[in-house]
């Protein structure tokens, strides 16, 4: 099975996680993923819904 780029097209790169705001992967993630493996890309694919939820919980107001 081959493991599909998460790309949505909403290429914007959050300067607090480092993490693409459209498919959370980090820019190293992105430029690489033609050059990965597929256990490489599942094991990607397979954290980006943790940083998903993690970048839409309420942030400590500190």
């Not at 949505?8 to 996680?17: A, Q, R, S």
């Not at 705001?21 to 033609?34: D, K």
Request: net charge neutral; with cysteine.
């Amino acid at each position: 099975m081959i493991v599909r780029s998460p790309c949505i097209k909403v290429c914007e790169m959050d300067p607090e996680t480092g993490f693409c705001q459209g498919c959370f992967r980090t820019l190293e993630e992105i430029g690489m993923w033609t050059a990965y493996t597929e256990e490489e890309r599942k094991r990607i694919r397979s954290q980006l819904l943790d940083r998903k939820s993690a970048s839409v919980l309420p942030k400590d107001p500190l």
